[in-house]
T-cell receptor, first 114, second 113 residues
Framework: GAGVSQSPSNKVTEKGKDVELRCDPI?????LYWYRQSLGQGLEFLIY????????KSGLPSDRFSAERTGGSVSTLTIQRTQQEDSAVYLC????????????FGAGSRLTVL | QKEVEQDPGPLSVPEGAIVSLNCTYS??????FMWYRQYSRKGPELLMY????GNKEDGRFTAQVDKSSKYISLFIRDSQPSDSATYLC?????????????FGKGTLLTVNP
């Protein structure tokens, strides 16, 4: 596609529910990243994919967070048993294989946990 | 001490002013330095990146890196109302495993017509 597409753009959920956030990267971009942007905070790295593999999951805040990528394209970030502190904007970015300096971000998925 | 410090502002300037945005950092391993612009309810958009120390110019934007002081700057000349946004600095180390960007919290800039 022309850009990185994320869905849903907004999600309101109740504490304890599971949510899935989707990212569709730019066609041909092999690298995919998830970041989290909380109110008043900078972007926080969550996970990085090269193809379908996630060599670095170190940024995932807890075992309630997981992510997968299939077909070297679409990625899904899943948050189980959501907590209020999970409320944030979840940003996805993609880049070419050697393009860690030139990330293209999507518009984000704004998650609100009540 | 956070790895990257950035004054959140807000910064308000008149149209046509020269704007200076800055970040300091503590990790001497950082080699690549980026500036992103983020409009409200949008994702960050890369403005420019530089490698190691030095200057880089792109139109009205100039990025400077002083590694000896661990200090980076973004200058905007002839600022326009359309430049009103949050500006994020970001940086990373070199090498294949250093793909993770460390961001500042961002500076909110308003350019008044």
């Amino acid at each position: 596609g022309a850009g990185v597409s994320q869905s849903p753009s907004n999600k309101v959920t109740e504490k304890g529910k599971d949510v899935e956030l989707r990212c569709d990267p730019i066609s041909g971009h092999t690298a995919l990243y998830w970041y989290r942007q909380s109110l008043g905070q900078g972007l926080e790295f969550l996970i990085y994919f090269q193809g379908n593999s996630a060599p670095d999951k170190s940024g995932l805040p807890s075992d309630r967070f997981s992510a997968e990528r299939t077909g070297g394209s679409v990625s899904t970030l899943t948050i189980q048993r959501t907590q209020q502190e999970d409320s944030a904007v979840y940003l996805c970015a993609s880049s070419p294989i050697d393009g860690a300096n030139v990330l293209t971000f999507g518009a984000g998925s704004r998650l609100t946990v009540l | 001490q956070k790895e990257v410090e950035q004054d959140p502002g807000p910064l308000s300037v008149p149209e046509g002013a020269i704007v200076s945005l800055n970040c300091t950092y503590s990790n001497s391993a950082f080699q690549y330095f980026m500036w992103y612009r983020q409009y409200s309810r949008k994702g960050p958009e890369l403005l420019m990146y530089t490698y190691s120390s030095g200057n880089k110019e792109d139109g009205r934007f100039t990025a400077q890196v002083d590694k000896s002081s661990k200090y980076i700057s973004l200058f905007i000349r002839d600022s326009q109302p359309s430049d009103s946004a949050t500006y994020l600095c970001a940086m990373r180390g070199s090498g294949g495993s250093n793909y993770k960007l460390t961001f500042g919290k961002g500076t909110l800039l308003t350019v008044n017509p």
